[in-house]
């Protein structure tokens, strides 16, 4: 699997015609076959091993292999969703950001938790352990200056200036040893650090989404999408590469199962698939539903949530705002579902609202075979 022997593999198949290849995904050992081969103009499927897998017993690699090729000639082999390299370097940035912000929250937990094991209580009384005051509070309870309640009650800023006396409550009796505050040291250098570096893979992403930002802006019109949610779901499905609304959400993860035997339904949980796109849609979605000024997720979801359940409503206003995706990269226009009538919207989604009905309007009268001026 050397460089050389993979080119010399691609001069191999193009010497024998075989522009075709049909392999196995495994972990990320299919990434350099793939790379050389797409170079070389030879079509590669990525097959998911649930659907080629062998019959027990009768398996070993070469009878794999012949198996493989058996079902591609078929036709039988479905191939697994690989976006192009620009989509998928940007990928590789943008999972390696949610990482990174995991590990930031990580942090943040352990910081707080050093601080509970010591009897300082200060996250009961503030909002955020991570705030100017709480964090002007744990750098001079971290310091080596003796601890001094006026000094301690002028390090809070106006907003808790009324909760001095409960302040001085929640750190009353604290003890932390030399040793303890030399973690919390450690946990925060490691903290700042890490937020440098989501700030390094914040300037290349940048740098990357250049092109993509007329879709990236498309995208912000819906409710609860940001920017961050926006580049996300065009690194992990690219613009447009999909048959189907029904095949993307599928391939994300939130389409309801269907398993029915002898006339009984059985479980219709939604997949595993969509391991970085589905947490990302449906935070949009929590988003969605609480933001005031445009209600139409919110009122969809109090429907769903009292017929399903808070979860499954979720769930469904992120498959909604992932269709919505669909068909805004598909037409290239902004957030302007066929329904929004049916809620209360400025004066300018309502002009957008009757424009998008009269293309419909027309589009549907050419489907029957008349000819619209």
């Excluded at 200060?122 to 002007?136: E, I, P, Q, R, Y």
């Excluded at 040893?177 to 450690?186: A, D, L, S, W």
Aim: charged share 25%; with cysteine; net charge positive.
């Amino acid at each position: 699997t050397f460089n050389s022997d993979l080119k010399r593999f691609a001069k191999w198949l193009h010497e024998n015609d075989c522009l075709n290849v049909c392999m196995e995904s495994t972990g990320k050992y299919w990434v350099p076959v793939f790379n050389i081969l797409e170079k070389q103009d030879i079509r590669v499927v990525i097959a998911n091993p649930k659907w080629v897998k062998a019959v027990k017993g009768n398996k070993d690699d070469t009878k794999d292999s012949k198996w493989i090729g058996d079902l591609f000639r078929l036709g039988l082999v479905k191939s697994s969703f690989i976006p192009v390299k620009d989509i998928r370097i940007l990928r590789e940035l943008t999972r390696y950001r949610y990482k990174l912000t995991s590990m930031k929250s990580s942090e943040k937990n352990r910081f707080q938790n050093a601080f509970t094991v010591c009897n300082v209580a200060l996250d009961s009384v503030v909002s955020d352990m991570f705030g100017k005051s709480a964090t002007a509070i744990t750098d001079y309870l971290t310091s080596d200056e003796d601890f001094d309640p006026q000094h301690c009650v002028s390090l809070l800023r106006r907003s808790l200036k009324k909760k001095a006396d409960d302040v001085l409550a929640s750190i009353e009796g604290y003890e932390i040893t030399p040793e303890q505050k030399y973690r919390i040291g450690v946990i925060r250098d490691h903290l700042h650090y890490i937020e440098k570096l989501i700030e390094r893979v914040d300037s290349c992403i940048n740098a990357m989404v250049e092109k993509y930002d007329g879709y990236i802006s498309l995208l912000c019109t819906i409710p609860g999408v940001d920017r961050n949610s926006a580049i996300t779901v065009i690194s992990e499905i690219g613009v447009v590469q999909f048959g189907s609304s029904k095949r993307l959400c599928c391939w994300a993860g939130l389409t309801p199962g269907n398993n029915e035997s002898a006339g009984k339904k059985k479980s219709v949980r939604i997949s595993r698939a969509g391991v970085y796109l589905k947490p990302a849609l449906v935070q949009a979605a929590h988003a969605a539903v609480m933001d005031k000024q445009n209600p139409y997720y919110a009122l969809k979801y109090e429907r769903i949530a009292k017929r399903r359940g808070k979860k499954r409503a979720i769930i469904a206003i992120a498959r909604m705002i992932l269709t919505a995706i669909y068909s805004m990269l598909s037409n290239v226009e902004n957030w302007n579902p066929v329904d929004l009538y049916k809620v209360d919207m400025p004066e300018h989604l309502k002009e957008l609202q009757l424009q998008k009905a009269v293309k419909q309007a027309v589009r549907f009268l050419e489907t029957q075979g008349l000819k619209v001026s």
